[in-house]
């Protein structure tokens, strides 16, 4: 069975500074889809970033980025010029393309920050 | 467009009474899901409808929770008799199509407090 583990609850940053969250997964499926999402406080979860497993670039919007190391099943998110909107949980998930939808979701991450 | 809502937002109940929980998905979208979050801990999958039927229910813990969707819209999970453990944040999502390139959305989830 597929895990996520994200093993930082909280990090913090300046505003206008670089953060990484980390996310580490477990499969043995050669293909599959990873996910970060972020939910501010009180409000819905929204979907950040995807990253299809057999691309090797990493995916990109905007300010958000990933490093994504497939051998080390890594899955790595970095937020540039930290906002204080940028302030929320973070999870990583994971999807099987197998006969499934369902997300696998790691422990999450609270996000503060700093002005 | 609206989003996917779930109402109430937060229920507190005693142990073994019964609680209803309620998603409106996104207009259009066939498929619906069950989350839920237990204190601190990842967000675990409960169960996929697929229109009104039952496309994985492999998530939901034991037959106490009975999800259901008639008509294919708006989805209700019912738990009962409720226990202690059963306490989290239940969320709901809805996506257009199943299939692993399609975005699940989710709504602001139901805080459950069972004491």
């Known amino acids: 069975a597929q895990t996520v583990t994200q093993s930082q609850p909280e990090m913090s940053v300046q505003e206008a500074e670089t953060v990484t969250l980390s996310c580490t997964y477990d499969t043995s499926e050669s293909d599959y889809y990873l996910f970060w999402y972020k939910q501010p406080p009180s409000r819905q979860m929204i979907l950040v970033i995807r990253q299809e497993a057999y691309k090797q670039q990493n995916a990109t919007e905007n300010r958000f980025s990933v490093n994504f190391q497939k051998a080390a099943k890594s899955f790595s998110l970095k937020i540039s010029d930290s906002q204080l909107g940028d302030a929320a949980m973070y999870f990583c998930?994971?999807?099987?393309?197998?006969?499934?939808?369902?997300?696998?979701f790691g422990t999450g991450t609270r996000l503060q920050v700093f002005p | 467009e609206a989003g996917v809502t779930q109402f109430p937002s937060h229920s507190v109940i005693e142990k073994g009474q019964t609680v209803t929980l309620r998603c409106d998905p996104i207009s259009g979208h066939d498929n619906l899901y069950w989350y839920r979050r237990v204190m601190g801990k990842e967000i675990k999958f409960l169960l996929h409808?697929?229109?009104?039927?039952?496309?994985?229910e492999s998530g939901m813990p034991n037959n106490r929770f009975l999800a259901e969707r008639t008509g294919g819209t708006y989805s209700t999970l019912k738990v009962q008799p409720a226990e202690l453990e059963d306490s989290g944040v239940y969320f709901c999502?809805?996506?257009?199509?199943?299939?692993?390139?399609?975005?699940?959305?989710f709504g602001p989830g139901t805080r459950l407090t069972v004491t």
């Open positions: 409808f697929v229109k009104e039927s039952k496309q994985d």
């Open positions: 998930a994971y999807r099987s393309p197998y006969n499934t939808d369902k997300l696998i």
């Open positions: 999502a809805s996506s257009l199509n199943s299939g692993r390139w399609y975005e699940q959305y």
